[in-house]
């Protein structure tokens, strides 16, 4: 399986047969290294409705004819842009799809969401994480979360083999959490994410990696534009 990092907290994971990509924020993404036009994919994964998650979705699903799987409420709204293929999960809920499985985890956060030109948030469900396993390997995606010790529980429940974590501090938990996180979740490898986007989430990766080695867990602070094979 390949993972390749388009920066924020997009991700585009490559199996033998099928492309998925994760919160696809490349439009006004002043780090994107593609263009959303550019992107191929089979599924797009969202972990929750904020603009810098759902980002390119519509039009990325649209463009590949991909099948799109969120909240209820996300999927909803997505419908009504137009995206034909929308699969809808709840919090603790995974489905088996062509590619694999996903299944949605808990995420301390919010997901409102501000269409443009509109003053008042659009109620899009809440934040959630997702767990995606395909060709015997799990991966877990936090979404935007704080730390929380839920993420015990999918430590325990899951054999997580790579766990992409938000490092950014300010909106969701910073480097000294996402060590502790990583040390729940226990991952055979972690991804830093969610972070150098804005200004308020200026993060050193590097000494987050560092922090990790400390406690005997792996990471690797992935470059934009990178792609690794696990
Ligand atoms: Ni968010
Ligand atoms: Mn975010």
Same mark, same amino acid.
């Given at each position: 399986?390949?993972?390749?990092?388009? $920066?924020?907290?997009?991700?585009?994971?490559?199996?033998?047969?099928?492309?998925?990509?994760?919160?696809?924020?490349?439009?006004?993404?002043?780090?994107?290294?593609?263009?959303?036009?550019?992107?191929?994919?089979?599924?797009?994964?969202?972990?929750?409705?904020?603009?810098?998650?759902?980002?390119?979705?519509?039009?990325?699903?649209?463009?590949?004819?991909?099948?799109?799987? $969120?909240?209820?409420?996300?999927?909803?709204? *997505?419908?009504?842009?137009?995206?034909?293929? +929308?699969?809808?999960?709840?919090?603790? +809920?995974?489905?088996?799809?062509?590619?694999?499985?996903?299944?949605?985890?808990?995420?301390?956060?919010?997901?409102?969401?501000?269409?443009?030109? $509109?003053?008042?948030?659009?109620?899009? +469900?809440?934040?959630?994480?997702?767990?995606?396993?395909?060709?015997?390997?799990?991966?877990?995606?936090?979404?935007?979360?704080?730390?929380?010790?839920?993420?015990?529980?999918?430590? /325990?429940?899951?054999?997580?083999?790579?766990?992409? *974590?938000?490092?950014?501090?300010?909106?969701?938990?910073?480097?000294?959490?996402?060590?502790?996180?990583?040390?729940?979740?226990?991952?055979?490898?972690?991804?830093?994410?969610?972070?150098?986007?804005?200004?308020?989430?200026? /993060?050193?990766?590097?000494?987050?990696?560092?922090?990790?080695?400390?406690?005997?867990?792996?990471?690797?602070?992935?470059?934009?534009?990178?792609?690794?094979?696990?």
């Amino acid at each position: 399986m390949k993972i390749t990092y388009l $920066s924020h907290s997009c991700f585009l994971v490559e199996t033998s047969e099928y492309t998925i990509l994760i919160d696809p924020f490349l439009t006004g993404n002043p780090l994107a290294p593609v263009k959303a036009a550019d992107v191929r994919c089979d599924a797009i994964l969202v972990t929750h409705g904020h603009g810098d998650h759902i980002g390119d979705t519509a039009d990325i699903a649209k463009a590949n004819d991909a099948t799109v799987i $969120s909240s209820y409420e996300v999927i909803d709204w *997505l419908s009504r842009q137009g995206v034909k293929k +929308g699969h809808p999960l709840g919090l603790g +809920g995974g489905f088996n799809f062509p590619f694999g499985r996903v299944k949605l985890t808990v995420a301390l956060h919010s997901a409102g969401y501000k269409p443009e030109g $509109s003053e008042d948030f659009l109620y899009l +469900g809440v934040a959630a994480g997702v767990l995606l396993t395909a060709e015997g390997k799990t991966i877990y995606h936090a979404g935007d979360t704080a730390l929380t010790l839920d993420m015990q529980l999918i430590g /325990q429940r899951n054999r997580i083999d790579v766990a992409m *974590l938000p490092i950014g501090d300010n909106f969701t938990m910073g480097p000294e959490d996402a060590v502790l996180a990583a040390e729940f979740v226990k991952a055979g490898l972690v991804l830093p994410m969610h972070y150098n986007t804005f200004p308020p989430i200026k /993060q050193d990766a590097e000494a987050f990696v560092a922090a990790l080695a400390e406690k005997g867990i792996k990471g690797n602070a992935i470059k934009i534009g990178e792609t690794i094979t696990v």
